[in-house]
Antibody
């Protein structure tokens, strides 16, 4: 069974940092492009970052460039999002997603306040 | 960034209705378009990719069409489990962008 399980969310003050993790199982993680997508409370979906299977290419939405870093550890079937200089507008549920968007985690809530 | 605009933002429909949701891209995206369904408190669920290819397990009452900049999601015979919010997303270029969503409510 394909599973993506996010962790690491929580309450953080503006300017603070958090590291989100996503544990993958049930598929060949090291062959999949992986993404982080977020959803602010009551709002729509926003794509945040994308990483190639071997980690050699990474892409970000402009609003997080220079503050967020996506990375992965294929040996541990894990995806990460390092978030620095957090702002109130980063408050959202953060989803880990894979492949063509056919696999998603349940999300982890980040609150910046 | 490519802007994705959905219409309408919300509407009410009845069981059995045929409904259509439109998605317009601010520039051509070829066929790099997906549709997601999201229910409250749940993760999005991929319904259609490459404009018209149904994801495995998606009922055949769902269909997608379009090319270039204009795309449509059609539900032929709305069922109770279809009441949800639908998002289009382009994956032609970075940043990937979603439409603002269309909420389908029960009339």
């Amino acid at each position: 069974e394909v599973q993506l399980v996010e962790s690491g969310g929580g309450l953080v003050q503006p300017g603070g940092s958090l590291r989100l993790s996503c544990a993958a199982s049930g598929f060949d993680f090291n062959t999949y492009w992986m993404s982080w997508v977020r959803q602010a409370p009551g709002k729509g979906l926003e794509w945040v970052a994308h990483i190639k299977p071997d980690g050699s290419q990474r892409y970000y939405v402009d609003s997080v460039k220079g503050r967020f870093t996506i990375s992965r550890d294929n040996a541990k079937n894990s995806l990460f999002l390092e978030m620095n200089s957090l702002r109130a507008e980063d408050t959202a549920v953060y989803y880990c997603a894979g492949g063509i968007g056919d696999r998603w985690g349940l999300g982890t809530l980040v609150t910046v306040s | 960034a490519i802007r994705m605009t959905q219409s309408p933002s919300s509407f009410s429909a009845s069981i059995g209705d045929r409904v259509t949701i439109s998605c317009r891209a601010s520039q051509g995206i070829s066929t790099y378009l997906a549709w997601y369904q999201q229910k409250p408190g749940k993760a999005p669920n991929l319904m259609i990719y490459s404009v018209s290819i149904l994801q495995s397990g998606v009922p055949s009452r769902f269909s997608g069409s379009g090319s270039g900049t204009d795309f449509t999601l059609t539900i032929s015979g709305l069922q109770s489990e279809d009441f949800a919010t639908y998002y289009c997303q382009q994956y032609y270029s970075y940043p990937r962008t979603f439409g603002q969503g269309t909420k389908v409510e029960i009339k």
